[in-house]
């Protein structure tokens, strides 16, 4: 997908071609939250995670649990 905004036209042949048909009235909406998160997601990209550990490093409150009763 190009940095334009979907169109409801596209985004009802996307959900088409995902085996998704979508009602006429539904069209919009999806292009509209579909730019949406497109929008979100250009923004995380541009984020520096480079000395971010992994999250299976992080532990709430330095506790280990386990499943033992």
């Known amino acids: ?3 334009a ?3 409801p036209q596209e985004a009802a042949r996307w959900a088409a071609r ?3 048909p979508l009602p006429a009235d539904r ?3 999806v ?3 579909a730019d949406h998160l ?3 997601v250009a923004v995380l990209r541009e ?3 480079a000395d971010t550990p992994p ?3 992080y532990r709430a409150g330095g506790e280990w649990s386990d499943a033992a009763v």
């Open 5 to 7: 905004e979907l169109t």
């Open 47 to 49: 984020l520096d995670f």
């Open 55 to 57: 999250a299976v490093a």
């Open 38 to 40: 497109h929008s979100v």
């Open 27 to 29: 069209h919009a909406a």
């Open 31 to 33: 292009a509209a939250t």
């Open 18 to 20: 995902a085996g998704l």
């Open 1 to 3: 997908m190009s940095a």
